[in-house]
């Protein structure tokens, strides 16, 4: 696992000498095998992450003021139970272009940002989604965490969303 940004310098040359078309997949994993007993109820609980350029990249939550983003092996994200692939589309993006655009986004997500309710891996995915081919990801693997914005009153107060913090998260995606 790689966090970024890396140290990855690219040049425009290198960005004008391809042109490739890559497939965009949404890998979906399950914490545990607790999963198959919520799946019932509607209350899955999953991880996610894009692959692309047959890389998967995700985002997680840590103790720094610096990027969560990873990259790691497609289907393989570590803590997690691969459990299956959705196919998003496609980019026009080349590899070296796809490598910018993910230095980038990656300062938007810095690890002591991650909120279980606001700002999560599925929340990363998507907005990599539709930056990419202006499609969201599908509304099931997000669901709890939709569930749980609307039910922030019963939540324990760790993971409550402040309505402060939720209008700043909405306005700036």
Known sequence: MRLFPSDS????EQINGENNRALLYLNVY??????????????????????????????????YPISGVFEVEPRSCPGFIFRRSVLLGSTDMSLSEFWLFMEQLSDKYHGDTYHFIAK???????????QLNGKH???????????GSFCNCILPENIQVTAVRHVLYLENH
């Open 137 to 147: 990801i599908p509304g099931w693997v997000n669901r709890l965490a939709r569930l």
């Open 30 to 63: 399950v914490l545990t095998s607790i999963n198959n007993f919520l799946y019932w109820f509607g209350l899955d609980i999953f991880h996610s992450g894009i692959e692309v350029h047959g890389m998967g990249y995700g985002f997680g939550a840590h103790q």
């Open 9 to 12: 310098s690219v040049t425009k």
């Open 120 to 130: 999560n891996c599925n929340h990363f995915t998507d907005d990599v989604c539709m």
